[in-house]
């Protein structure tokens, strides 16, 4: 299966260094050089995809229908980490509280929900739509780097060292020996 990821557009919190999470928050207004972007993404983007899906948070819906997609599917497993008390706050500081297991085993970390969920979640989607040869996720920054981690090193432990800009577009090929389906627990 063909894979292809783009984070959803900026918002206010993005902005303002504030973690999103499981809130409901917007997209900023799509300005010119969102538009910009998006055309410049667009160049790379097939003709046809055999699915177009979002996660159930209105940022990435928003960022679908500023890419022209009207038709795609809300999937729950795309939803964005959940970081409980960090949600609503700025990024320094779950990275001063966690520091250590966030960039090198947050598989271990608990937040609003375990990492180790999100990797489970992330799986669970590639086992779902494993039979589809090409889809478009419009989806969030911790989901994209669970999965290009383990797409690259078969855990989450690394996802933190990368960095998923805003609107920012990745495609990987998936095959299923690549992703172990089998749920992790600890």
Known sequence: MELTLIRHL???????????????I???????????AIDENKQKLKQKYSLVLTSTLIRTQQTA???GYEDFKLEPLLNELNFGEYEGKEKKLLIDAHSSDWFS?????????????????M???IKKYKQYESILVFG???????????YRYGTINKMNQFEIKNNQ???????EEEFEIERYHL
């Open 105 to 121: 085993q947050p598989r271990k970390l608990e937040l609003g929900e375990r990492l180790v969920d999100l990797e489970n979640r």
């Open 26 to 36: 917007p997209i900023l207004e799509v300005n010119d050089t969102n538009k910009l």
């Open 140 to 150: 969030h920054g911790s989901w994209i780097r669970a999965c290009l981690s383990h």
């Open 10 to 24: 900026p918002t206010r919190w993005n902005e303002l260094g504030v973690l999103q999470g499981s809130k409901d």
């Open 65 to 67: 229908k500023a890419y």
């Open 123 to 125: 799986l669970t989607f």
């Open 169 to 175: 577009l990745l495609t990987i090929e998936v095959r």
